[in-house]
């Protein structure tokens, strides 16, 4: 009980970790290009009477020039001085958070929390309960054979795991008939699976409440966006899409956080199907490896 206490803690702590360090919005890099200006001096013209039309000429063409090389500089200008701004996933769930009404959104929040803790609980135990099974019963089974039955109790004890448990009190009767072996160890077996199976109601009431409390988030929504309405005294699509923005995310959110617990329920459920297996057939195993020993002491 204090090693499940233990194993759910780290796992509430580690998941309140994971949930508050988000990913910061990324900044824009690169100050803005300083253009520089070339200030044209104007060519004082002061020709002489004959030569006025073509210095004239000349003059206004240096001026067009200039305006439209400080136009093209300006345009640079203010292109390099307009500040690029990329909104990051943290500061865009944040605000979709709020958007969603932060009442209902801490419930899902909440849900999504609690049912990662149980399932990060269950993966850490389940991890801790797994060995090779096939070497460890190829080891129980020599040392049997060769009738050091106190040394595979002490291998049993130093082992961790159901497998080893059910072993252990196999050979624990392995004076009495095989019957009696046989249907202890079943007995122990369902106890070792129910300890498996520990938690995993939990995240399946996690799983049925996140898209449930956005279910009703989304109702709440629409009744307060018809309230909107008839204050209003008017259909405005104004009011309409708010009112409907706010409870549709309400919903995605709670669908998102039951996919998430879903996928970790289903490999929690994989990993229990296999410590079963592993259990079963170590248990065929020690039942005949206890019958050849039998055998041989008669």
Request: aromatic residues 6%; hydrophobic residues 45%.
């Amino acid at each position: 009980m204090k090693k499940k206490i233990a194993y759910l803690a780290i796992s509430l702590v580690f998941v309140l970790s994971a949930l508050t360090v988000g990913v910061q919005p990324a900044e824009a890099q690169g100050a803005p290009a300083t253009a520089q200006a070339a200030s044209a001096s104007a060519p004082s013209a002061s020709a002489s009477k004959e030569t006025k039309d073509s210095t004239a000429t000349e003059a206004g063409q240096d001026s067009l020039d200039n305006e439209a090389l400080m136009d093209e500089t300006m345009a640079v200008d203010s292109a390099s001085v307009a500040p690029v701004e990329e909104v990051g996933f943290h500061k865009a769930l944040k605000t979709k958070f709020i958007e969603g009404n932060a009442g209902f959104m801490s419930l899902v929040a909440l849900a999504l929390v609690l049912g990662l803790a149980f399932c990060i609980e269950r993966i850490i135990y389940l991890s801790l309960s797994e060995i090779n099974a096939k070497k460890f019963m190829k080891d129980l089974d020599a040392k049997i054979m060769s009738g050091d039955v106190e040394g595979a109790k002490a291998q049993c004890r130093d082992t961790r795991g159901p497998v080893a448990s059910i072993c252990y009190q196999g050979l624990e009767r392995i004076g009495e008939s095989m019957d009696n072996v046989e249907r202890s160890i079943v007995s122990y077996g369902s106890v070792q699976s129910a300890n498996l199976e520990r938690g995993c109601s939990w995240i399946t009431l996690f799983i049925a409440m996140a898209p449930s409390l956005g279910f009703l988030g989304t109702v709440i929504g629409m009744v307060m966006a018809f309230d909107q309405i008839q204050t209003a005294g008017d259909i405005s699509p104004t009011i309409v899409a708010a009112g409907m923005k706010v409870s549709l995310i309400t919903t995605i959110f709670g669908i998102i956080v039951a996919l998430i617990l879903q996928v970790f329920y289903n490999y929690i459920l994989s990993k229990i199907d296999h410590l079963t297996s592993q259990m079963e057939e170590s248990a065929i195993t020690l039942l005949d490896s206890m019958m050849k020993y039998k055998l041989t002491r008669q």
